[in-house]
């Protein structure tokens, strides 16, 4: 054993991973990786909260009350956190992605695995996040890894069964990566459909903020659930026509996610359409939310991206509308369903 610069006990031949980013999903995800045998470094802004976890085994701001294993530290230093990383676990909110990666890239070992844990597609380019990654970080898309599926992050912090996908291009990575994160509680499966597995993960967080917005109005059951179908429908579209495998959307990090996403009052971006369709304003509802929710941002760039593969999108769009074009909830409600009428299955 040895002592690290955190004044972590270090354990030779364990697989060391850093871990970008120590909101809760960020701090579950480390926790995961220390269960299944793993030296994790947090990397986070703020030394008060790097000093609480390394002190109290506590993230107090986004896990309270879950102690952290004893082989999770948390350091600002992200070079100090890319020491030896075998994995480079990103987990920031993706609109800030490549000014962070720029930064970091440099510093993270020549052979390591850059694995993004966040569901969004940048504005502006419209690029995934594994795209993000290929092009900032100049590393192939053999060694970049997606894990994606219905993990809200509470639950597993509380150790609670849940099942997951890691997807890589190489599935000689997509299985090392498995074996690194694959507790008794966290059942981790591979896949090489990263696009669909990305998809799968940024266009749940639309449909998320669409089935909150229906609840926050009132609306039932039957409502909610035509929304979760037709939006997986809408993602199937835009994953088909982006090379993507259909049978992912009907897997963990498609249909899994998005019944997650949809019905927990876990997800933030659930709640925070919540509080939309109960009519508070858009900067009424971001004042009281602690985190990012994903779709706020990403329903535009969603948008722009069926765009640009000729992808109709008509839930994402109204979502779209709703949130940054100030459409009423209840209008927004009657233009989808004044649509033409047509066949389910085209």
């Not at 992912?248 to 990090?253: H, N």
Request: proline residues 5%; aromatic residues 4%.
């Amino acid at each position: 054993m040895t002592q690290g610069a955190t004044g972590r006990t270090a354990t030779p031949g364990a697989t060391r991973a850093a871990v970008y980013g120590t909101g809760s999903w960020g701090t579950a995800f480390a926790m995961v990786l220390a269960d299944a045998g793993c030296e994790v470094m947090l990397w986070g802004r703020r030394p008060e909260l790097a000093r609480a976890i390394n002190e109290t085994r506590v993230n107090p701001d986004y896990l309270p009350g879950v102690r952290l294993p004893a082989s999770v530290t948390a350091t600002t230093d992200p070079a100090e956190a890319a020491r030896d990383a075998e994995f480079a676990v990103l987990v920031v909110p993706s609109q800030t992605l490549r000014a962070n990666l720029a930064r970091w890239a440099p510093l993270l070992p020549a052979d390591s695995v850059l694995v993004s844990l966040m569901k969004g597609v940048e504005l502006g380019t419209a690029k995934r996040m594994s795209e993000v990654i290929e092009e900032v970080a100049g590393v192939p898309a053999r060694r970049i890894a997606v894990l994606s599926g219905p993990n809200l992050a509470r639950e597993i912090a509380e150790r609670q069964p849940a099942a997951s996908v890691v997807a890589c291009a190489d599935e000689t990575v997509a299985k090392r990566l498995q074996a690194a994160c694959h507790t008794p509680y966290f059942r981790p499966y591979t896949n090489t459909d990263v696009v669909g597995c990305e998809l799968g993960g940024a266009v749940k967080n639309v449909i998320g903020l669409a089935v909150g917005i229906a609840g926050g109005m009132g609306l039932g059951d039957n409502a909610k659930a035509s929304l979760i179908t037709r939006g997986l429908a809408e993602t199937t579209r835009l994953g088909l026509a982006m090379g993507a495998d259909p049978a992912t959307f009907a897997g963990l990090a498609g249909l899994g996610d998005l019944v997650a996403t949809c019905s927990s009052p876990l997800s933030r971006n659930h709640t925070f359409g919540t509080n939309l369709g109960r009519g508070m304003t858009l900067e009424e509802t971001i004042a009281v939310t602690r985190q990012t929710a994903e779709g706020v941002k990403s329903c535009l760039s969603v948008l722009d991206l069926a765009r640009r593969h000729g992808v109709e999108m008509p839930i994402t769009e109204t979502v779209a509308g709703i949130v940054h074009h100030g459409t009423p909830p209840l209008v927004a409600l009657k233009e989808l369903m004044s649509r033409s009428a047509k066949a389910e299955v085209r």
